[in-house]
């Protein structure tokens, strides 16, 4: 699939040399007869990720200080200082699994005007542990079939809770007429879950966001155990933020949901041939570590005081 329509492509970075230049080579090989650009935001970066973007003459650098960095507000300078019609966005850990991955993200928006945003799959990363690999495989399986897209239209909900259920957005693999980010529904300069914020303004504003499984990236977060619960308590405290309602999890509830996911992800590894007996056997006893470190994480997320601001590292 290809197109004539012109597209930016923004990739946010800050130390990302491990995936960048993969990222990079499969923007470069994609099939897209339009004007592409590709605008690479750095924060600071110490690695060699400036080398790596400074290796692809058609990637556009733009510095910014790290303490100039926000989720929300880079991605609205982005959107300014973009040239194409289309804004896709890609974090520096997520790579085009296919050729055809920007077509397909921007092709819902060129067969119907009245959809201004599009997000894509998410296919986990061999190395990515169970518990992160099956809620990904569940998050995306859950908003549409893989045949088609899915297409959520705001002038049909009504509540805020109808909106919240609906606003699922995730600008890990994501496209936008620039015409909307840059005019009525830009991203707001909030900490984290900028983009779950963008996904329900965009519904409020009763316009139409879609899924399309096709454009899909392989990308899932390089976590350990600890970094696992410290990201857990930092989602929640990101939804609180933007005013989603959680409610509190005691103790007793933290445990049984630990036990479930446990038990849940234990079937799942034992039937899954992605590892062998001795593979499956490991992540039969490590795997609920990440559970305990979820739920634990979770927990303190509904605890803590809204503006907490636990450390873990967070890919751009």
Not at 176 to 203: K, M, N, T, W
């Amino acid at each position: 699939m290809s197109s004539a329509s012109s597209a930016t492509v923004v990739i946010l970075t800050y130390n990302g040399e491990r995936y960048l230049d993969e990222i990079l080579t499969a923007i470069e090989g994609q099939d897209w007869d339009g004007e592409l650009e590709v605008l690479v935001i750095d924060s600071g970066s110490s690695d060699r990720t400036l080398d790596i973007v400074a290796a692809h003459p058609r990637a556009r650098l733009h510095e910014i200080p790290n303490s100039d960095f926000g989720h929300g507000r880079t991605r609205d300078l982005a959107a300014h200082l973009a040239s194409g019609e289309f804004v896709a966005y890609l974090t520096h850990d997520a790579t085009p699994a296919s050729p055809q991955w920007l077509a397909e993200l921007v092709a819902p928006m060129l067969d119907d005007d009245r959809i201004v945003a599009v997000l894509g799959k998410q296919l986990p990363r061999p190395h990515c542990h169970p518990m992160l690999k099956y809620e990904i495989q569940t998050t995306f399986a859950a908003l549409g079939p893989d045949a088609g897209v899915t297409v959520f239209r705001g002038d049909r909900l009504g509540s805020r809770a109808e909106i919240e259920a609906a606003g699922f957005y995730s600008d890990v693999n994501s496209a936008a007429r620039r015409s909307v980010l840059v005019g009525p529904v830009p991203y707001r300069d909030v900490s984290y879950a900028e983009d779950q914020l963008f996904g329900r303004d965009l519904l409020a504003a009763g316009l139409r966001k879609a899924y399309a499984p096709r454009a899909a990236v392989v990308h899932s977060n390089d976590l350990s155990i600890r970094e696992a619960g410290r990201r857990a308590t930092e989602e929640i405290l990101a939804l609180r933020g933007i005013g989603t309602q959680v409610a509190p999890l005691g103790r007793a509830g933290m445990l049984r949901l630990i036990l479930r996911g446990s038990l849940v992800d234990g079937m799942r590894i034992v039937r899954d041939r992605q590892w062998g007996v001795l593979g499956r056997l490991r992540w039969l006893f490590v795997n609920p570590l990440y559970q305990v470190a979820k739920w634990s994480g979770h927990r303190r997320g509904t605890l803590l005081p809204v503006g907490s601001q636990p450390s873990v590292a967070d890919p751009r």
